[in-house]
């Protein structure tokens, strides 16, 4: 699941910084307060690894900086703090931090800025603060940039790492090797951040609410 989430400069969010999550929220708010934009950061997100930057930016705004905060053109920056243990045995005691950040490009309209992977042992924390990791820990990345700026996979089964000339259009997460025995994590995120947000329809359910909220008359009477 999801257990915080970070969102800097996306539509009319200029920086929320590591709010916690569980697993039932609800989000309220007056018109315009950006409830439909922190669900659509998460669909952003999900489109970035379907389809690219650019195509998730052209459905949304014809201009990259038509999607920023004040349209002021600066990088979008996403991450997801995930507790995917229930998924995954190895991922017991940990977090994920999914890092993505998409910028403007004079040449390329688009592209994906930075995109990393790393895991934190949830021990880490300070008592009270689960999503608060000193800078001095040295998690393991599982996924990001060598120090030569090539993309990398880390096998978590049988050590070293998988290389990939770097692109500044595709995600790396999304196309990460379908080998699930070595690369388990990068394969459990990709498949729980492609499933996007998923809308259900609940004028039924406020249909209910004002009739049973009516005070307590006939039913001739409610009509």
């Known amino acids: 699941m999801i257990a915080g989430i970070t969102v800097k400069n996306y539509k009319a969010i200029k920086f929320l910084k590591n709010l916690s999550l569980n697993r039932f929220h609800v989000l309220v ?32 705004a014809p201009e990259f900086r038509d999607l920023t905060f004040m349209k002021q053109g600066d990088p979008i920056e996403i991450e997801l703090w995930l507790d995917m243990g229930n998924v995954i045995d190895s991922q017991q005691g940990k977090l994920l931090l999914y890092r993505l950040a998409v910028a403007e490009d004079e040449q390329l309209g688009v592209r994906i800025d930075d995109e990393i992977l790393k895991e934190f042992l949830k021990k880490w924390a ?39 000339l770097p692109s500044a259009l595709t995600s790396r997460l999304c196309p ?48």
């Open 176 to 223: 990460s090797p379908p080998d699930e025995e070595r690369y388990p994590t990068a394969n459990v995120v990709k498949d729980f951040l492609m499933q996007g947000v998923q809308y259900i329809n609940v004028v039924g359910f406020e249909i209910l609410q004002r009739w049973r909220i009516w005070p307590c008359r006939s039913p001739l009477e409610r009509l």
């Open 29 to 60: 708010g007056p018109n315009a307060s950006g409830k439909s934009t922190f669900l659509d950061a998460l669909q952003f997100v999900k489109d970035c690894l379907e389809h690219g930057p650019r195509k998730a930016v052209e459905k949304r």
């Open 126 to 164: 300070p008592a009270g603060k689960d999503l608060e990791f000193s800078p001095k820990l040295t998690p393991r990345r599982l996924l990001g940039k060598t120090s030569k700026g090539t993309d990398f996979y880390r096998r978590e089964n049988g050590g070293g790492i998988k290389t990939a």
